[in-house]
């Protein structure tokens, strides 16, 4: 009887914890950003997405040109003025929150291989894990516009000294 009320309580708190994972980091499609420990080691710029008057824009930002931006998108490579764009999202990095709240799960259920230790141990590790997991939940990888400027925006594009003459923008790719 008192196991029974120990899992159903575990239960509980594993369902809890799955709910905190599914927290509000934002994000950009897998493999189209790096993880923070990956970011110096890419060339590519980051995830913008805005929207155009007509339709929601997301893409890779390759670089600027006088007062246009230019953003690949299905591989495509699209020019916008930035005149016309009142907000603006760009994501740089992607955290690894989910990765730290699904390990602190598993690291959970692997308590109850600890007998009555468990009254111990559980906490410790949803305690620690959680806290490690909400850091990453909150750490900042991403800028608005207009809250930063089209320049903060150009030192995460592709080309951030600008989009050159002499690429070949049909050989771009995502």
Same mark, same amino acid.
């Given at each position: 009887?008192?196991? %029974? ?5 575990? @239960?509980i ?11 509000? @980091?934002?994000k @950009?499609?897998?493999?189209?950003v790096p ?5 110096s080691?890419?060339a590519n710029g980051?995830w913008?997405?805005f ?6 824009i997301s893409?890779e930002?390759i /670089?600027?040109k006088?007062d246009?931006l ?5 591989q495509?490579?699209l020019?916008y ?5 009142q907000n603006?999202?760009m994501?740089?990095y992607n955290?690894k @929150?989910d990765?730290?709240?699904?390990w602190? /799960?598993?690291?959970s259920l692997?308590?109850?291989s600890?007998g009555?230790?468990l009254?111990f141990t559980?906490?410790?590790n949803?305690i620690?894990?959680?806290?490690v997991t ?6 900042l990888?991403y800028?608005d516009?207009?809250?930063?400027s089209?320049? %903060?925006f150009q030192?995460?594009s592709?080309?951030?000294? /600008?989009?050159?003459d002499t690429?070949?923008r049909?050989?771009l790719?995502?």
């Open positions: 009887m008192y196991t %029974e009320q120990i899992l159903k309580n575990l @239960a708190l594993l369902m809890a914890f799955g709910l905190l994972a599914c927290g509000s @980091a934002i @950009a499609p897998k493999g189209s993880t923070l420990d990956k970011i080691e890419t980051g913008l997405t929207y155009d008057g007509s339709q929601e893409g930002l /670089g600027f006088d246009s230019f953003v690949l998108s299905n495509k490579l020019s003025s930035q005149n016309n764009i603006a999202r994501v740089f955290t @929150a990765n730290y709240a699904i602190t /799960g598993v690291n692997f308590t109850l600890n009555m230790l009254i559980l906490p410790i949803l620690v894990g959680g806290a909400s850091g990453e939940y909150k750490r990888n800028m516009f207009p809250d930063y089209w320049t %903060e030192k995460f592709r080309f951030p000294q /600008g989009l050159l690429i070949d049909k050989e790719e995502l």
